[in-house]
């Protein structure tokens, strides 16, 4: 079975700090990872998939096979990043998404 | 510019009444999907469909059913409303071409209250 874990609810850093939002994934195949955002009162959208490997908004997120993760990280948070993060597994020749619970970030100035 | 649309975008019904929330895309995506989002809970996929006349459960697919007869439409209908479905449902389509997880593009979502 497919499984998303983002363990924090709630992400409160100062502007100019580092983020990290974190992600664990359980799933037995070969994995597709997905961040998505949703801004205060917007549809959510894509930030970045790992098989691109882009940079998106200065996030990047890696994922790590041995530790089934793929967490999010910007080197220095602005207040424009304030949003709900969500963490998503799909599977290879798959089409569903498996969303974790979601991290809501709170940029403080 | 195509898009995904979702109508109506506020709801609020009585227990017990059925309910019919549309979603619409016009970018000829094969796959569509029906979540909901919950406090604690993220997104939980109800309902998907890879194309016409195909339709699958999601995880919390009870109480939900969806009927696809073109690529553009996947109305969700819920049969006899019930506080518990009190959420905010959101409509996604991905093109569903490619055999591997594509990207989906998400409506604006719907806020649904059951009184």
């Known amino acids: ?3 998303v874990t983002q363990p924090e609810k709630l992400l409160s850093v100062f502007k100019g700090a580092p983020v990290e939002l974190k992600c664990n994934y359980s799933y037995s195949g070969s994995p597709e990872l997905f961040w998505y955002v949703q801004y205060s009162r917007q549809r959510l959208q894509l930030l970045l998939r790992h098989i691109s490997r882009e940079s998106i908004k200065g996030f990047t997120a890696d994922l790590n096979k041995g530790e089934t993760s793929f967490h999010l990280k910007k080197p220095f948070a602005q ?16 089409n569903k998404l498996t969303f974790g619970t979601g991290t809501q970030l709170k940029v403080e100035l | 510019d195509a898009e995904i649309t979702q109508s109506p975008r506020h709801k609020i019904t009585e227990t017990g009444r059925q309910v019919t ?4 895309q016009t970018w000829n995506h094969n796959n569509m999907f029906w979540y909901r989002q ?16 195909d339709t699958n459960k999601g995880e919390v697919s009870d109480g939900y059913s969806v009927s696809r007869s073109n690529t553009e439409d996947l109305p969700l209908t819920l049969e006899s409303a019930a506080s518990s479905q009190t959420s905010v449902y959101f409509c996604a389509s991905s ?4 055999g591997t997880a594509d990207t989906q593009y998400f409506g604006p979502g719907t806020r649904l209250t059951v009184l």
């Open chain 1, 1 to 3: 079975a497919q499984r």
């Open chain 2, 38 to 53: 919950d406090l604690g809970h993220g997104l939980r996929l109800i309902h998907y469909s890879y194309g016409v006349q």
């Open chain 2, 95 to 98: 093109e569903g071409t490619s």
């Open chain 2, 21 to 24: 929330l549309a979603c619409h």
């Open chain 1, 79 to 94: 207040e424009e990043d304030s949003a709900m993060y969500y963490c998503a597994l799909g599977a290879v020749r798959g």
